[in-house]
């Protein structure tokens, strides 16, 4: 058990930068999730935490105690990589075992932790079998055990789950919230799947070029993300972001002159402003035609999502999407809309920052009133 | 809709023709590959085979059936028992010495980043070199009297070596002349294999405390290398039997230093005896065949996962 502080940590390669001055507090037993694209330093930090990388600037702490020079071994971290990366020449309980080998225990007692680890990873009738005779999921599993055996203080997942395919994945995800609530150990996994993130995380991290967009529980970036980025990039269907401009307190107007109103009480604006406007597709409110304020829209195509249907069409020459629920008549022609005021997340267009009276907290939420 | 198209034309044939119709087809597709490997590969063996057993000789007029006689007469053959000593001792010391070296190169070539590309040239460069046209500059750096290998010997205080006079040298100096031709070749497979180790399983070593170099090398380059080790040792070995260029050149076989091609070459192009030529070929043929045959059985079961 092991929180873990991360401070103005920086990496480079050479000249090239790719974390700048990363700040992150990771709270014992917390589940965190760090979610960005590829190529947004996320894999980089994992392996900085694990000793896979050297730390060019800053500090890393586990548990207290600043592990920047402990080999990867010392470190009480265990990690579960994308390829699973098990020894091909050995046998799962080769495998598994490796490291309680390398630490030198006797055989018995390896022997009794690989038949318990096994158990709790379902792999106790495949433990005599090299990885090639396993199937995908059998893999993670044995690499699963293999992290558990060392009963770590630090869990560290490199994007597990991107090799499974979809419907294992899904179960994986569940099996990993399974076992995390079991040991309670730090998890931080790292994923450019919202999805996985969503549902796995106590704690979100977006990471976007280096630098940490916005943390914090997933309900929160969702409901209120601080950028721009953050709103693009969770939520599927993505959200709509329309560019406008302020033309009074409580109006937006987009380039061809449609208008948007605007609660005037929520957003601290000036007139002229260059702003975009985001609307989840599942936001907006689908009207009678002729009701007042209505936009009529019109419909490109639908996709047809099963509980739901998602609706393609233009706002103010954007693209715009509206997510119905399937039970409603389908859209054909033109789709009257409004869109709810307080739906509506106003982001500036230069800095791509959150407009609003209330700020959202940014960076490390959980220890901001540390 | 092809499919569904095609389907009541396949019904009309009777369900018994087709598999006869299938297996004719089948075969005619076969038939020229099938020619193309009896000229080329096994037409020649055959003629060997037929050779072997009669007393052919360049511009005889007549061929003799003789049996085995030839294959009797090459058992008993002195020099052909030393030639087949010699081979084996040659290989003995070649192929140890190239797969072991060639792998040292190659993790130590692997790590290097910019001046990685001049090694591996460096290194390939014998591997290109004409080893007949070179044997004469070994014959000149080994001299006993004029070679620069003798003179830091005895710099260093050793008595002088007779590398290519001396009996009991020549097959250890034929080696490492050898070894210095093959190395190269050897060091390049190695590097392919190393590329493809894939980074994350020393990453899981690290994590799991097996982060050492002889570390590492154990768990994961090691085992990981097995399949081109094996290819390497196969390729090695069937390279080292076939040693005959520096015999030619630096001892033409002198003082008991016949090696087996060399014997097969003396036989059937110096002394025209075709037949018997012939037959020394085949028992070549039959021991590369069963040592490679037994390599990679043998390994095969080793080194696949």
């Known amino acids: 058990m092991a929180d873990i502080a991360i401070r103005n940590v920086e990496k480079s390669y050479g000249k090239t930068a790719v974390l700048h001055g990363i700040n992150l507090e990771i709270a014992d037993g917390e589940f965190l999730v760090i979610l960005g694209p590829s190529g947004c330093g996320k894999s980089t930090l994992l392996r900085m935490i694990a000793g896979l990388e050297g730390i ?107 090799n499974l395919d979809a419907k294992l994945r899904v179960q994986m995800r569940l099996e990993i919230r399974r ?95 260059a702003v975009e406007i985001g609307i989840r597709p599942e936001d907006v409110m689908i009207v009678w035609p002729g009701s007042e304020g209505a936009h009529a829209l019109e419909v490109e195509f639908t996709e047809d999502m099963g509980s739901s249907r998602l609706i393609h069409t233009r706002l103010g020459g954007m693209e715009f999407t509206v997510l119905q629920p399937a039970a409603q008549i389908e859209a054909e022609g033109h789709l009257p809309i409004t869109i709810p005021e307080d739906a509506i997340h106003l982001f500036d267009r230069h800095s791509g920052k959150r407009l609003e009276r209330h700020i959202p907290v940014i960076g490390t939420a959980a220890s901001a009133a540390a | 809709m092809t499919t569904l198209a095609l389907a009541p034309a396949i019904d009309r044939v009777p369900r018994r023709a087709r598999p ?45 059936w003789l049996g085995l006689a ?6 008993s053959d002195p020099v052909f028992r030393r030639a087949m000593g010699n081979t084996l001792l040659y290989v003995a010391l070649v192929l140890p010495g190239g797969v072991f070296i060639g792998l040292l190169v190659a993790l130590l070539v692997h790590g290097r980043t910019r001046s990685r590309a001049f090694y591996e040239v ?58 210095w031709n093959l190395i190269g070749f050897n060091m390049i497979l190695f590097l392919a294999g190393l590329t493809a180790i894939p980074r994350d399983l020393y990453d899981a070593a690290e994590i799991d405390g097996a982060g050492g170099p002889i570390d590492r090398f154990l768990t994961v380059t090691w ?37 087996l091609l060399y014997a097969i070459y003396l036989e059937g192009f110096q002394y025209f005896k075709i037949g018997y030529s ?7 043929l039959a021991f590369m065949l069963a040592f490679s045959v037994f390599q990679a059985f043998q390994l095969d079961r080793k080194v696949h996962y």
């Open chain 2, 20 to 64: 006869v119709r299938e297996l004719l087809a089948g075969t005619l597709f076969v038939v020229p590959a099938t020619m193309l490997l009896l000229a080329i590969i096994l037409a020649p063996l055959l003629c060997l085979l037929i050779l072997s057993v009669t007393d052919y000789e360049i511009g005889a007029m007549q061929i003799r």
């Open chain 1, 179 to 273: 076992l995390h609530q079991r040991l309670q150990a730090t998890s931080v996994f790292v994923t450019h799947d919202q999805i996985e993130a969503m549902s796995l995380a106590d704690r979100i991290v977006v990471m976007n070029q280096g630098r940490i967009e916005q943390a914090g529980p997933p309900r929160l970036l969702y409901a209120e993300p601080a950028t721009r980025f953050v709103a693009s990039f969770l939520g599927a269907p993505a959200m709509n972001l329309l560019p406008a401009t302020i033309v009074a307190k409580d109006r937006a107007r987009m380039a061809d002159g449609t208008e948007i109103a605007l609660d005037p009480g929520r957003f601290v604006v000036e007139i002229g402003q």
């Open chain 2, 122 to 179: 460096a290194y390939f460069l014998p591997v290109t070199a004409t080893l007949i046209a070179m044997a004469a500059v070994w014959q000149f750096l080994l001299h006993p009297k004029l070679g620069p290998v003798n003179g830091l010997l005895k710099a260093a205080g050793f008595p002088e070596m007779a590398f290519i006079s001396e009996p009991s040298l020549l097959i250890p100096t034929l080696a490492a002349i050898g070894l």
């Open chain 1, 56 to 162: 060019t600037r800053g500090e890393i702490a586990i548990a207290g105690r600043v592990v920047n020079t402990l080999e990867p071994r010392e470190r009480g971290c265990a990690m579960v990589f994308q390829n699973y990366a098990l020894y091909p020449h050995m046998t799962v309980a080769e495998n598994i075992g490796y490291a309680l080998k390398v630490a030198g225990l006797p055989k018995a007692e390896r022997e009794r932790r690989v038949a318990e680890i096994a158990r709790i990873v379902g792999l106790e009738a495949f433990l005599a079998r090299r990885p090639s005779e396993l199937s995908g999921g059998q893999r993670q599993r044995v690499a699963m055990g293999r992290a558990m055996i060392r009963e770590p203080k630090v869990f560290l997942f490199d994007e597990p789950l991107s």
């Open chain 2, 278 to 284: 012939a037959a020394l070929t085949v028992i070549f």
């Open chain 2, 223 to 259: 085992p990981q290398l097995a399949p081109t080790t094996m290819f390497v040792a196969v390729t090695t070995s069937i390279t080292a039997f076939k040693v005959f260029d520096t015999v030619a050149v630096l001892t033409r076989g002198r003082d008991g230093s016949e090696v």
């Open chain 2, 70 to 75: 030839n294959f009797e007469k090459a058992l």
